[in-house]
């Protein structure tokens, strides 16, 4: 769980995401929990604040397998990447700063 030292409350960039190397086919940080406002952002735009989680999973897998029994030099290759992150457990100001009593 991501905790702040000595009770300080860690900014929502210290938070866990996933992406990049830790799961392929997203750029890295795109797979985290955000909230979505209408009408919130400057000019009554629309805004999307990056919450970040407090934990997260991610497995992958990768096979090499040749493509025909005679000639081993040509091989297929499949990989699977499965992930999450999950847990928001304090809510966060506009300063991306995690308070645990708004």
Known sequence: ????????NPRASKRFSLGGSR???FERGSVVPTDFCAGCGSSG?????????????????EVLLPVFQNQ?????FLLYDVGTVWG???????????????
């Open 1 to 8: 769980m991501t905790a702040g030292f000595g009770g300080d």
């Open 23 to 25: 799961l392929r086919g």
């Open 45 to 61: 735009g629309d805004q999307t604040t990056v919450l970040g989680g407090d934990y997260f999973c991610a497995a992958r897998t």
């Open 72 to 76: 081993p030099t040509i091989e297929t």
């Open 88 to 102: 928001i457990g304090a809510n966060i100001a506009a300063a991306g700063i995690l308070n645990s009593g708004m």
